[in-house]
């Protein structure tokens, strides 16, 4: 069974400028849930989606929006990006992120650069 | 919110020493996970463990949840093994699905 992919793996963008990540989950697995990573602030959530609707959200400012598509497959964006958002973009995946469903599978990341 | 700290926050082995990873968790969890991210960034699946022991070659892994840890054993220890060391927890009940909260890590280094 193929893992989850993330597209793109690296990205250079400059302040003020979007970005949209993309995250496919594993066959089957309908919940995917977004992390960023940084040196300072570690690994902190972002969102999660399920069935298309999102169930649960991490204290990011309204600029990190996400969104999931019928087939499961999620995407988010971030506006007017700025110096700190450079950091690893995780996305991981679990069947349904609830009790006995909620082991989570990580992509490869998507390496965000900010100049 | 639940709070997760592992320790020791770095580690340095010889090549087929034996180590002991901890993590405490502030909480009752659902959900306790031990990672491994490699050099490239990615997160790598060690054990789905919120109770219980499981082992998997040269690692093995304890959560006690009543006492609110869990401990993560690495022995006979390779060079391959260095990177970073995450433990991760969620808690359902508390309203916080697909949402892993993750310890800082422990680094691990090991020579040859």
């Known amino acids: 069974k193929a893992g989850v992919t993330q597209t793109p793996r690296y990205l250079i963008k400059t302040r003020g400028q979007q970005v949209t990540l993309s995250c496919s989950p594993i066959?089957?697995?309908?919940?995917v849930s977004w992390y960023q990573q940084t040196p300072g602030q570690g690994l902190q959530f972002l969102f999660e989606?399920?069935?298309?609707?999102?169930?649960n959200k991490g204290n990011f400012p309204g600029r990190f929006s996400g969104r999931q598509f019928s087939n499961s497959r999620s995407e988010m964006n971030v506006s007017t990006l700025e110096l700190g958002d450079s950091a690893l973009y995780l996305c991981a995946s679990s069947w349904s992120g609830t009790v006995g469903g909620n082991e989570q599978f990580f992509g490869p990341g998507t390496r965000l650069t900010v100049l | 919110g639940i709070q997760v700290e592992q320790s020791p926050p770095d580690l340095i082995l010889q090549e087929g020493a034996n180590s002991t990873l901890r993590c405490n968790f502030s909480d009752s969890v659902n959900n306790l996970q031990w990672f491994h991210q490699n050099p490239w960034g990615q997160l790598i699946n060690l054990f789905y463990i919120p109770s219980g022991t499981k082992q998997n070659g040269r690692l093995s892994a304890t959560t006690v949840a009543t006492e609110r840890y869990s401990l993560l054993y690495i022995s006979s220890s390779q060079t391959t093994d260095s990177g970073v060391y995450f433990c991760?927890?969620?808690?359902?009940?508390?309203?916080?699905?697909?949402?892993?909260?993750f310890g800082k890590g422990t680094k691990l280094s090991v020579k040859p």
């Open positions: 066959s089957g697995h309908r919940s």
């Open positions: 991760a927890v969620d808690n359902y009940y508390g309203g916080s699905q697909g949402n892993l909260i």
């Open positions: 989606y399920f069935s298309e609707t999102q169930r």
